[in-house]
């Protein structure tokens, strides 16, 4: 078993160094992309430094209920990656010690991990001031030991982000698989009975949208008008805003870009999309990335391409808020994805 799983870390690695190989290398028949490091530049914004840290984000484990199409991290039923409570402890420490003042979990299913509750606890005892837990909703109906995660949610206060790919089951199911919109929906509606997402409540409940193919995301306002009419008249479903974020050309969905020969033009339109307003907000410049091993990186997407940050410091054991401060974002061409339209972070566009 131990060979098993060793073979698969090594498999996955050298995933990660061909993906990153064929982002930073890449020539394509009309001709090379330009480099997003020369774009930074032209704007006299390289190097990429970071800003005052404000979130951790924490990958807490691979395993995931789903497997998504578009996943970024490659998470699924199969995976057992896990976040162990000693690591977890250590974040909480870093938290105590830089006043960061959103703690972002996220995996996976994030719920999965048997330390999670425990977790989710012991981080509000030090008064996070906001608690995101990127929840896939269909975990909340998966299993009877869930069932009570939208009342567990609301003891904590818990601001909820939830993936929805469309209000429609066509488009939901064939993203994210069979029979995840029914799922999704009775998940929503639980959510919503506690006081979740309802005009008012100071429950949080915002939505992900992702796009279903090798296209950009319309404009998120007109796409959150559209998602709560349809939602509130088919369903009777509530929530307060819609997050929509670019599909990064990494993992399972790069995967899916050149298989299905779209690899090209989706490179061509995340750079003729560049936004040059969106680099000074891109999410790395105030974020930090923990994996479920307590490597550190700029952010999730880096994660899963295995950039751990530039610096002396590396992994959550060794925290050194000023060695952090003073190191170099590390960037490839994928970071146009970031920067395209609108721009994207976990928490929507940023401009």
């Known amino acids: 078993m131990l060979l098993k799983s060793l073979k698969k870390q090594k498999n996955e690695l050298a995933n990660s160094q061909r993906q990153l190989e064929l982002l930073s290398n890449g020539v394509f028949e009309t001709g090379e992309l330009p480099k997003f490091s020369a774009q930074l530049a032209s704007l006299k914004q390289f190097p990429l430094k970071p800003k005052t840290l404000e979130i951790l984000q924490i990958n807490i484990g691979y395993m995931c209920n789903q497997v998504c199409a578009h996943c970024h991290v490659d998470a699924g039923p199969d995976r057992k990656e896990i976040m162990t409570r000693e690591t977890m402890q250590q974040c909480l420490d870093v938290i105590k010690k830089t006043g960061a003042h959103t703690l972002d979990l996220t995996g996976g299913a994030p719920e999965m991990n048997p330390e999670f509750r ?62 995840v919109f029914n799922a999704s929906i009775k998940a929503l509606k639980m ?105 550190l990186y700029d952010c999730d997407f880096n994660q899963m391409l295995e950039l751990k940050v530039d610096s002396t410091v590396q992994h959550i054991s060794e925290f050194d808020k000023d060695a952090l401060e003073n190191r170099t974002i590390c960037i490839s061409q994928h970071c146009y994805g970031c920067t395209a339209g609108a721009g994207s972070s976990c928490q929507g566009t940023v401009t």
């Not at 299905?260 to 040059?276: C, G, I």
Request: charged share 20%.
């Open 118 to 179: 425990w977790f989710v606890e012991e981080a509000t005892k030090i008064g996070v001031k906001d608690f995101i837990v990127r929840s896939n909703l269909t975990i909340i109906t998966a299993n009877k030991k869930y069932y009570d995660l939208p009342d567990f949610f609301k003891k904590h206060n818990i601001h909820v982000i939830s993936s929805m790919p469309h209000w429609t089951k066509g488009k939901t199911d064939k993203q994210r698989g069979d029979g």
């Open 191 to 295: 959510l919503n009975a506690v006081g979740y997402g309802m005009p008012g409540s100071e429950l949080k409940l915002d939505l992900v949208y992702n796009p279903s193919g090798a296209f950009l995301p319309g404009d998120q306002a007109a796409l959150e008008s559209d998602f709560k009419k349809a939602l509130l008249s088919d369903f009777s479903i509530q929530f307060h805003e819609l997050f929509s974020i670019t599909n990064l050309p990494i993992s399972r969905f790069l995967d899916y870009l050149i298989a299905s020969e779209n690899y090209e033009d989706y490179m061509y339109s995340l750079v003729e999309a560049f936004n040059p307003e969106a680099v000074g907000n891109v999410m790395c410049t105030n974020t930090l990335s923990v994996s479920w091993d307590g490597w």
